[in-house]
């Protein structure tokens, strides 16, 4: 049976050696199939348009709105969240923003 110390220590050289980190795949695709139209309020949308900043949905996705909300279905989660709340005081319904 051999032992630790029946083999020598590996020589250390001085080198650089390089960390491979493994990254997600991501799809690289127009991912259509994955994209909705989501219900945000419609001040934010116009808001978000203007100065760029992320949108929040009913569903809790967050982007920037920059397609047309009409070429996707409507998201099933900002829909059912939609429809469970009761009317609102304003008469504000909301608005769909499309996917990023």
Do not use: N
Request: hydrophobic content about 25%; charged content about 30%; some cysteine.
């Amino acid at each position: 049976m051999t032992t630790p110390q029946d083999y020598p220590e590996p020589e250390r050289v001085g080198g650089t050696s390089t960390l491979v980190e493994e990254t997600p795949q991501v799809s690289h695709g127009d991912g259509d199939h994955e994209r909705f139209a989501h219900y945000v309020q419609k001040d934010k949308i116009m808001e978000s348009a203007m100065t760029g900043t992320p949108v929040i949905a009913l569903c809790g996705k967050v982007w920037v709105p920059g397609r047309d909300p009409k070429k996707y279905p409507v998201c099933p989660m900002c829909k059912e969240i939609y429809e469970s709340m009761g009317p609102g005081g304003d008469g504000d319904k909301g608005g769909k923003g499309g996917d990023k």
